[in-house]
């Protein structure tokens, strides 16, 4: 079967960084992405990743390991508006996208 | 501001009833995708489209159906045959289907409740 694991949940201080990981097992891999959720409300996105490597984005940075299953996504400088859940998807060989259930960030003063 | 709006935001339902969730983009993209979203659970696909007038079942189908008459609209309906209905649904859009950066738009969601 398909799977995506990643943290159900994390805690992390105003100012510091916090990588969060995503580990994938997928039929075929077609690009990963990574959305922002904030309660109640819709995910927007935030990155993708297709070829192995470090995207930049800001404060925002995402890391892809085909050869690992893996990715992880890098947030500097947490504000408190970053509190909020960090969604993994992986589009498969069939195009379709596969998520993981989320991981929840809570940022601390 | 293009975007997509969904509603109603709030929908409260009684066993046994239909309901329609509405979806309207004008962001004017060919594709259209319907979610749900339960705790601790990834966003799972109810139905999807590709072009107006064509839809293919996702994961979930059983117990939904979609209609795509028009670019802009995607409504979904929750029938009564579905036996969980109640959880977050999410709409979302892309500029097209398939391959690629594929970036999804979503509309801010419609919270269903059975009673």
């Known amino acids: 079967g398909q799977n995506i694991d990643q943290p159900t949940e994390m805690t992390a201080t105003e100012g510091a960084i916090v990588q969060i990981n995503c580990t994938y097992q997928?039929?075929?891999?077609?690009?990963l992405f990574w959305y922002q959720q904030h309660a109640g409300e819709a995910p927007t996105f935030l990155s993708y990743?297709?070829l192995d490597g470090l995207e930049e984005k800001g404060r925002f940075s995402s890391f892809l390991s085909r050869s690992k299953g893996y990715s992880y996504l890098l947030l500097k400088e947490l504000q408190m508006k970053d509190s909020a859940s960090y969604l993994c998807a992986v589009m498969d060989s069939n195009y379709q996208l596969i998520w993981g259930a989320g991981t929840k960030l809570i940022i601390k003063p | 501001d293009g975007g997509i709006t969904q509603s109603p935001k709030y929908l409260f339902r009684k066993e046994g009833q239909n309901v329609t969730l509405s979806c309207e983009q004008n962001?004017?993209?060919?594709?259209m995708y319907w979610y749900r979203q339960d705790p601790g659970q990834g966003l799972r696909l109810i139905y999807y489209s590709q072009i107006v007038n064509d839809f293919q079942k996702g994961d979930i189908a059983e117990g939904y159906s979609v209609s795509r008459e028009k670019k802009e609209s995607f409504p979904l309906t929750v029938t009564s045959a579905q036996k969980n209905p109640t959880a977050f649904y999410l709409c979302?859009?892309?500029?097209?289907?398939?391959?690629?950066?594929?970036?999804?738009?979503f509309g801010a969601g419609s919270r269903l409740t059975v009673l």
């Open positions: 997928t039929s075929g891999f077609n690009g």
């Open positions: 990743n297709v």
């Open positions: 962001l004017n993209h060919d594709a």
């Open positions: 979302a859009s892309s500029i097209r289907g398939g391959a690629g950066a594929n970036v999804l738009t």
